[in-house]
């Protein structure tokens, strides 16, 4: 789907599920990250994240632009279009729009996880030490026997 497809079926979505017609410029936006899509207060344009196309099909994008489409009439009537209005909140049931998008991100490990663990050995005991921090075996030793350590990969 580009972005004249995407034009037709917002336009389309609007008719059929609002009785309206909806006269600004839809398109997908890349630049997206973790949001299926978002109106624009200025301009009353609707971006829409190409990545829920890709992952979930024109039943997500259907969803998204039905959403996205609410916050856009209800803006333009002077209504309450955000997330947290009543008339927002009950057109999203009426027209039956999604009130969250699907996942689009799979999420990073934080830093915490993807953090290296290292494990010294004593030569003598094998008693084992692990370590967030690597550290210089020749400056430390064992604390029970006092032999030497030496980093197990």
């Not at 803006?75 to 996942?103: I, M």
Request: some cysteine; aromatic content about 10%; proline content about 3%.
């Amino acid at each position: 789907m580009n972005n004249e497809g995407l034009q037709d079926l917002v336009s389309r979505i609007s008719l059929e599920s609002f009785q309206k017609p909806f006269v600004h410029r839809a398109y997908f936006n890349s630049r997206l990250r973790s949001t299926g899509g978002r109106y624009l207060l200025q301009s009353h344009n609707i971006e829409v994240n190409p990545k829920a196309y890709e992952l979930y099909g024109i039943r997500e994008v259907e969803g998204i632009v039905r959403h996205e489409l609410c916050h856009y009439h209800l803006h333009l009537e002077g209504k309450g279009y955000q997330h947290r209005d009543k008339d927002f909140r009950e057109l999203l049931v009426k027209v039956n729009a999604p009130r969250f998008c699907s996942v689009l991100q799979i999420p990073k490990l934080s830093q915490k996880k993807q953090r290296r663990l290292y494990t010294y050995t004593c030569v003598k005991c094998r008693q084992q030490y692990v370590r967030k921090i690597r550290m210089n075996v020749g400056k430390y030793c064992c604390s029970k026997c006092l032999g030497r350590l030496e980093l197990v990969e």
